[in-house]
């Protein structure tokens, strides 16, 4: 554990907490870094995962009160990022900084590379492994020949599968459009270009939405750009969450 203050890490759909190896690893010199597992997904696959963002929310920070967490930096990826920005809304004087990672605030997600409804059919269809594997291909530029894709997608099968199907529900039920400009942390907004997840217009309206958003668009990379373009990935953090510490401080 790092010697500064408290840094959240939230993975999304089909994520898991060793995702952010190579992130706790560099973060860990200056905060104190907690890469949780949300229920249903990663370490934590024996929970069953809530049909309700918010109640993903209040489980992250149900943990963060058991570890004597009060006041953290939070970076939330994808689905990730709506559990994120729940916990804002929940406990807005708790987070000093945010980081939306390849993330949106209307969980539909328009312009997806396939809607959720057609996820849950083939889901049901082709079952976890499948359809972890595939989606998985999905987040990296090169697919199923990128380096990252295998650790990726065995990281993605350990979801159960009521926790692919409560995701997916959970995500198509969620909006958060009406609550972005009540967001007052200082924030960053990261995407890969060729993100096929999250386009543009998601990304957009979280950056003008929100009143203290800066945008970082990182070229050649994809919804899984922390595995991709991973040394710019962490200067940008590090730039973003160590500059004007003090007036982030109560």
Same mark, same amino acid.
């Given at each position: ?18 995702? /952010? ?24 696959? @024996?929970?069953?995962? =809530? #049909?309700?963002?918010?109640? @993903?929310?209040?489980?992250? +920070? ?10 953290? @930096? ?15 809304? +929940? ?32 889901? $049901? ?5 499948? #359809? ?14 990128? =380096?990252?894709?295998?650790? *990726? $997608?065995? +990281?993605?099968?350990? &979801?159960?599968?009521? $926790? ?9 039920? /969620? ?10 942390? =200082?924030? *960053?907004?990261?995407?890969? !270009? ?11 309206? *979280?950056?003008?939405?929100? =009143? ?11 919804? &899984? *750009?922390?595995? !991709?373009? #991973? ?5 940008? +953090? ?8 003090? $007036?982030?401080?109560?």
């Amino acid at each position: 554990m790092g010697a500064g203050p408290a840094m959240v890490l939230v993975h999304g759909y089909l994520g898991g907490s060793s995702q /952010w190896d190579a992130q706790v690893q560099f973060l860990s010199p200056h905060f104190d870094v907690i890469a949780v597992d949300l229920a249903g997904y990663g370490n934590a696959h @024996h929970l069953t995962a =809530p #049909t309700e963002m918010a109640d @993903h929310a209040q489980a992250v +920070l149900s943990t963060l009160d058991q570890l004597g967490v009060e006041r953290f @930096h939070l970076l939330g990826h994808s689905m990730g990022g709506m559990v994120a920005q729940e916990i804002v809304n +929940l406990a807005p004087a708790r987070v000093r900084k945010l980081v939306l990672y390849a993330t949106g605030p209307q969980g539909s997600i328009p312009g997806r590379f396939e809607t959720m409804a057609r996820s849950r059919e083939r889901l $049901a269809q082709d079952g976890v492994e499948s #359809t972890a594997r595939r989606i998985c291909a999905t987040w990296l530029l090169d697919n199923e020949a990128s =380096p990252a894709f295998e650790s *990726l $997608a065995a +990281l993605a099968t350990r &979801a159960s599968e009521q $926790a692919a199907h409560a995701g997916l529900i959970a995500m198509e039920g /969620w909006d958060g459009r009406d609550r972005l400009n009540a967001i007052q942390q =200082p924030t *960053l907004v990261v995407w890969g !270009e060729r993100d096929r997840s999250y386009g543009w217009s998601q990304i957009e309206q *979280l950056w003008r939405t929100i =009143p203290h958003a800066s945008l970082a668009v990182l070229p050649a990379c994809s919804h &899984a *750009l922390h595995l !991709e373009r #991973t040394a710019l990935f962490h200067t940008l +953090l590090l730039e973003f969450l160590v500059s004007d510490e003090a $007036a982030a401080r109560p």
